[in-house]
């Protein structure tokens, strides 16, 4: 430990006033900071051109971690899978002897569904994926929940765009790079999902709790009817995300909605998938209108 | 080796080290989070902020009262925090530690650790509430681990710039 220098200024009148530039100056630096703060809360993709600079320069090591990473990342739990292996091994049997009788159920479900659709003319709206990507690093030292997907505005991503695994929805595309992309992830305190129960379709939304969860509050405000294991899935409405992806399951009632556990687990996705926007003509529609409010509010 | 032949006595190390390396492993530390350590809260400590408190704290002297505004702008880029955040954070920390510079008496190890983790406390509840101030929701057990990983962290990261800075001011 160094002492600490006696920088006392004593009676020179020089000294206290080089104090006193210096002490301005930081104070300075803290008053820009918080103006910046302001910028980005009035205008939050404002800097986004320097964050994006920023994941794309730490991309390559990002992505060559992760490529090792992806092998050990679930170490501990293969360790722990030796452990009570022949008993497992039995469960298992059992489960797929069921899951044998089961598939074929559905077999037979899928086929009669396709004929009902047939008779319906339903058109089948299977959005395809537009890229598929590892997540290569997070905002694990911030309360923001955001991460970077290792694909960007290259392989055709643009921001709204829902991200999504074969487990449920990670989150939404909210800035692209070149070659990276950065995720608004479902858990983030500033996303809203639009939601509904699987079973009965009521409709809520889901909002982030920085830690995996989710708020659900229902829309009818008033009645709280969920219950634990309720499975909430994406309604469509608001015409991001396309209806059906699995988001959460309730894990407790609270005085006015429910908490819910988020099923696409980011630290366990090994590969995302970036889809269309479900709507994008009503999403654009939208936006033309709004700029239209923008522009008549100013020439009133 | 060429270098050995010369005397060592009044030799200086080059002054681009002795001026770059500690703003420097600052921004190597900012640039933790390119690690793909993918977590559903907040767990890793911030290091830009553990390395720029342990070289401020080893070498009071070096900084200005300014320097925490563009490093921390750095780490802006890089932590995902709204841009500004650290920057403005990091200032106040700087202008707090040099107001009690100035103050101290004496200064010791256990003194310096105590310091640095009233800073990790205040830039995290910080960062936490310049997030979250619109639904205003302050969760401080979300922030409890990662507050104590920093805090017990910090004193390896003070050892680690301790021996950048005898390898920055050698001969």
């Known amino acids: 430990m160094a002492p600490p220098i006696n920088r006392r200024p004593g009676f020179s009148k020089r000294a206290q006033y080089s104090i006193f530039a210096s002490y301005l100056l930081g104070i300075l630096g803290a008053v820009l900071g918080l103006l910046l703060l302001l910028i980005s809360f009035l205008d939050p993709q404002g800097f986004s051109v320097l964050r994006t600079i ?87 030292s911030s309360s923001r929940r955001i991460a970077t997907l290792g694909v ?114 980011p630290a366990k996705v090994s590969h995302a998938i970036v889809q269309p926007i479900f709507q994008a003509e009503t999403m654009r529609q939208i936006e033309k209108d709004s700029a239209k409010d923008v522009e008549q509010e100013s020439g009133q | 080796m060429a270098r050995s032949r010369q005397s060592r006595i009044g030799r200086q190390p080059s002054q681009l080290r002795i001026k770059l390396i500690p703003p420097l492993t600052v921004v190597i530390g900012s640039m933790i989070t390119a690690l793909p350590i993918i977590t559903d809260y907040p767990i890793l400590p911030p290091m830009g902020l553990l390395v720029i408190l342990a070289w401020r704290l080893i070498r009071p002297g070096y900084w200005a009262v300014w320097a925490g505004f563009p490093l921390g702008l750095i780490d802006d880029i890089f932590s995902g925090q709204p841009f500004g955040s650290a920057a403005f954070l990091w200032s106040v920390i700087f202008i707090l530690l040099e107001t009690l510079d100035r103050k101290a008496v004496r200064r010791d190890y256990w003194q310096d650790w105590l310091i640095a983790s009233a800073a990790i406390i205040i830039v995290l509840i910080g960062g936490m509430l310049i997030v979250d101030f619109r639904s205003n929701m302050l969760r401080l057990d979300l922030l409890l681990p990662q507050i104590l990983l920093s805090v017990l962290l910090y004193p390896f990261v003070a050892r680690l710039i301790g021996a950048i800075d005898n390898w920055r001011v050698a001969s």
Do not use: C, H
């Open chain 1, 54 to 140: 920023g994941a794309e320069t730490v991309a390559p090591i990002s992505k060559s971690i992760s490529e090792i990473g992806g092998a050990t990342g679930s170490a501990g739990d293969e360790i722990s899978a030796y452990f009570n292996a022949a008993s497992k091994n039995a469960a298992m049997q059992r489960e797929l002897e069921q899951n044998r009788i089961e598939i074929l159920e559905a077999r037979a479900l899928k086929q009669e569904n396709e004929r009902l659709k047939r008779l319906l003319k339903l058109e089948e709206e299977v959005p395809d994926s537009i890229a598929m990507a590892r997540l290569i690093s997070s905002t694990a």
């Open chain 1, 152 to 265: 960007g505005s290259n392989s055709g991503l643009e921001p709204g765009q829902p991200v999504r695994s074969p487990e449920g929805l990670v989150g939404r595309i909210l800035e692209t790079g070149p070659t990276t992309a950065r995720v608004l992830l479902v858990s983030d305190g500033n996303n809203v999902t639009p939601v509904q129960r699987a079973s009965d379709s009521l409709p809520a939304f889901a909002t982030g709790r920085g830690d995996g969860t989710v708020d659900i509050q229902p829309i009818n405000i008033g009645s709280n009817p969920f219950k634990g294991g309720d499975l909430m899935i994406t309604s469509g409405s608001g015409g991001l995300y396309s209806p059906g992806i699995p988001v959460a399951v309730v894990i407790r009632k609270t005085e006015t909605g429910a908490i819910g556990r988020v099923l696409a687990n």
